[in-house]
Structures are given as structure tokens and as C-alpha cells.
């Protein structure tokens, strides 16, 4: 398939950035596969390309049952394929549900490509139903994944569409009426920094070493539920005007609060932009300790002349850290306030 030098049927083009990969060039079963997307928003050509997309999912289930490598790849495909058929349709909550499943199996299967293309899809198909936050998320998500990538000219070419149609969304958006009330939506992706100390005061990385995808809570092809108070559940609600972040715990200095080893624990940064985490009295927070550069995992608590960041465990060996209040606010930096706690199912 020739170069494309410009890109502006938005499910063509989904399609044609999926052809453009040299290894799938090479491939007979992705050149037919791919090829039949060549005129994909030509509906006398739709039912073929179709059935040809049916078939790859077919096939890809055969070669999932023998171990086949090209398994995942072959199926993530096909669904970009079909969700891009929905998108020329204009049926836009039919493509984001098949974009969500490629994201998910390009991701799992190791295909940074893959995936960043099927976000950029995803993200598509959100700005033309007018959800901005989950538009903006994903182009900002693609453009990440993509940053790991080498920058030859398949990738170049891709991250310059991802950052067209991003800044085409933001002109969009800039001219529709807003409204003041708060939103709250499901948050798409949180970023994973690392393992947090509940117990001695460790240092903690200050960059991302995964994703969880809030839809479904999957993370490293296991999934995961929401502990609650109450009851589980597979769904998160936040803020959009808030920053979140997530840490896999080490340690059981808060087993007594339902946060035990190997859990991930999701933080809230800020309230508002520009702002600081303030937590009550009784809160769970990460703490980064003063004068030291670690972190650990405690439980804030609001004395007459001091602030206390104390264990919450069955383990009798963990301490308390004391220390007096001070004018300038808290001892220390809190890193963030708990929210919610993942557990394995």
C-alpha cells in the first residue's frame, strides 16, 4: 500500500495507518485484511470488507488456540477495522466500543503501534460525540505511548495526525458554549508510579511505569475490582478537575484498613489545578517525610500540637512518625489523599 500523503476521512484513515506498518507489509493475511479497508466508507464495498474483517477474527481465534504470536495482533486489528466501519456510519458508540477492545488487546499484546492508533480512533470518536474530556484524554494518551516509539516515518507521520486532530478538537471545543457545572465522568487511564512503601519510608518513583484502564481495571492481564466500604465494584467516578495517580503497595502497615500487599491504591493529587492535597483528620494518605527523600503510606492524624502519620495494622512493628504542626502547613509533602483501594479478583 503507497504512502499516504494526507489523511482526511477520518475512518479511512484509521484504517490506512494500520496498513502502514512494514512488518504487516510483509504479511499476505494483512495486506488482503487491510486492503479491504482501501474504500472503506464506500458502502457497496462495506459488506465485503466485512466479511473479510469477520473472518480475520475468526482466524485469529484459531491461531490464539495454538499459540500463534500473531493472535492478538490479527484480532485488535480486525476491530479497528469493523469500529471504523461503524465510525464512517456515523455510529459512534458502536466504534468506541470496538476501538476500547483493540486498545486493550494492542496493549496487552505488547503493540505500542497498534495501540496508539486505536486511541487516536478512540479519541476521534469521542469528539464527534462532543465528549471532550474523554477526546482530549485519549489524543494525550496516544501521543504518550507514541513517545516510546522510535521515530521513523510511519511513526512521525502518525504522531503529526494524533497532534492535528488534537488541536482541531481543542478549536472545537474553545468555541462550544461551556457550562459552570461540575462534571463528573469515568477517567480513562490513571498513571501507575510505582510501589509505595506501607511500611518503612522507601523512596518512590517519580515516573510512570503503567497504566490502568478505569473501564475495566485490568492491569497486567488481570483484573481488578474497586473495595469499598460496602461492596466491590468495576467502575470509578472522578473529578475532572482533579489529578489522580496510583501506586501498587509494598508492605501491610495498613492491612488493618483493607490496603494490603500487593493492592494498588489510587491517590488523589489536587483538588483544582495548581493546588495542594489537603486531607482531614483520619484520611489515608502518601507522605513524603521532611528532610528525607522517601515516602510511606500512613494514616494522617490531627493532634492539639502535633501531626501524626500512623500505621493501621495488625503488624505491631510499624511506627507512628510525630512531628510539630508548623505555619507553613503540613510537616512534609503529601504526595496524596487515598480514594480508592484495587484488589485481584
Known sequence: MSTIIDCPNRAQCIVDLLAQRKEERKSAAWTLLLSEGHDLCNESKAIQARQSYD??????????????????????????????MYFCRKEADSAIVRFRQSVGIFEQDG????????????????????????????????????????????????????????????????????????????????????????????????????????????????????????????????????????FRVNGDSMNNAGIDDGDYVILRTNSAPGTEPVPESGEIVAVALPEEETATLKRFRKKSDQVVFEPDSKNPNHKSY??????????????????ATLKPL
Open 55 to 84: 473472518q480475520a477474527l475468526k482466524l485469529s481465534d484459531d491461531l490464539a488456540a495454538v499459540h500463534d504470536k500473531d493472535a492478538n495482533r490479527l484480532k485488535a486489528t480486525a476491530l479497528t477495522c469493523i469500529g471504523a
Open 322 to 339: 510525630r512531628f510539630d504542626k508548623i505555619s507553613s502547613g503540613f510537616p512534609g509533602k503529601i504526595v496524596g489523599i487515598h480514594v
Open 111 to 246: 503493540d505500542k503501534y497498534g495501540q496508539a492508533v486505536a486511541l487516536f480512533a478512540l479519541a476521534q470518536a469521542h469528539e464527534f460525540q462532543k465528549q471532550w474530556t474523554e477526546a482530549f484524554r485519549y489524543y494525550e494518551w496516544s501521543q504518550r505511548v507514541l513517545s516510546h516509539l522510535n521515530s521513523d516515518s510511519t511513526t512521525i507521520y502518525l504522531r503529526q495526525q494524533v497532534e492535528k486532530r488534537h488541536g482541531e478538537a481543542i478549536d472545537h471545543w474553545e468555541k462550544t458554549p461551556k457550562t459552570s457545572a461540575p462534571v463528573r465522568e469515568l477517567l480513562g487511564f490513571l498513571p501507575i508510579f510505582g510501589r509505595i512503601p506501607a511500611g518503612d519510608p522507601r523512596i518512590i518513583s517519580q515516573s510512570v511505569a503503567d497504566y490502568i484502564e478505569t473501564d475495566r481495571l485490568i492491569i497486567n492481564d488481570r483484573l481488578y475490582y474497586v473495595a469499598t466500604s460496602s461492596s466491590p465494584k468495576l467502575r470509578l467516578t472522578f473529578s475532572p478537575f482533579a489529578t489522580y495517580i496510583a
